[in-house]
């Protein structure tokens, strides 16, 4: 593909649901990463993948908090019961190898938890 | 932990004129990489340019240059000949060399006048 890409990219949700975000990385790239960017906290990381697994979660701010990764590609990022502090623009990015690798954005979700 | 600082929340620039802007970090690690990253208003996260810490020489990309003092601790982008689509919040970032986590500073909003 072109570039990583994020759905939706938008979503509005009510406190409690359940929402899930979709990012599908530059075909081949074998890292992916999630970071959190809000107004309050600016950009943080949440979770890194090598393939399909997550050797470093500590960044993910709560259980409700999971990730996963299937056939080294697409990864979802769940968060359940949401809550109005989980608002905030979700990035994905991905790198073609792990460590020392320049990474390469998508264009974000923006989550709004009214 | 490494820490990164952006001291201008915002910079104005005339078009066509040249804009620095300043970015300090922490870090006890010898083997790091250092990052510019323009997030125009569409999000996507777009890397201007990357500084590896062994290299002396200072990263140039066009109308892009760092300034680069390790002993300082400090890394400022130079933008020449600004252009109007230069208008973006602008992301320095850190990371620990064979690391994943970006450290990023709270971003400069930088405005190109016509």
């Known amino acids: 593909g072109a570039g990583v890409s994020q759905s939706p990219s938008n979503k509005v949700t009510e406190k409690g649901k359940d929402v899930e975000l979709r990012c599908d990385p530059i075909?081949?790239?074998?890292?992916l990463y999630w970071y959190r960017q809000s107004l309050g906290q600016g950009l943080e990381f949440l979770i890194y993948?090598?393939?399909?697994?997550?050797?470093?979660k500590s960044g993910l701010p709560s259980d409700r908090f999971s990730a996963e990764r299937t056939g080294g590609s697409v990864s979802t990022l769940t968060i359940q019961r949401t809550q109005q502090e989980d608002s905030a623009v979700y990035l994905c990015?991905?790198?073609?190898?792990?460590?020392?690798?320049?990474?390469?954005f998508g264009p974000g979700t923006r989550l709004l938890v009214l | 932990a490494q820490t990164v600082t952006q001291s201008q929340p915002e910079m104005s620039v005339q078009e066509a004129e040249t804009v620095t802007l300043s970015c300090t970090y922490d870090?006890?690690?010898?083997?790091?990489?250092l990052f510019w990253y323009k997030q125009p208003p569409s999000r996507q996260m777009i890397l201007v340019i990357r500084?590896?810490?062994?290299?002396?020489q200072n990263a140039t990309e066009n109308r892009f240059s760092v300034n680069f003092q390790k002993a300082a601790k400090s890394f400022s982008l130079k933008i020449s000949d600004s252009q109007l689509g230069d208008a973006a919040m602008y992301f320095c970032?850190?990371?620990?060399?064979?690391?994943?986590?970006?450290?990023f500073g709270k971003g400069t909003l930088l405005t190109v006048n016509p």
């Open positions: 990015a991905s790198t073609l190898i792990w460590g020392r690798e320049t990474q390469y």
């Open positions: 075909s081949g790239h074998t890292a």
């Open positions: 993948f090598q393939g399909n697994s997550a050797p470093d």
């Open positions: 870090t006890s690690e010898s083997d790091y990489y």
């Open positions: 500084q590896e810490a062994y290299k002396q």
């Open positions: 970032a850190y990371e620990r060399g064979s690391n994943y986590k970006l450290t």
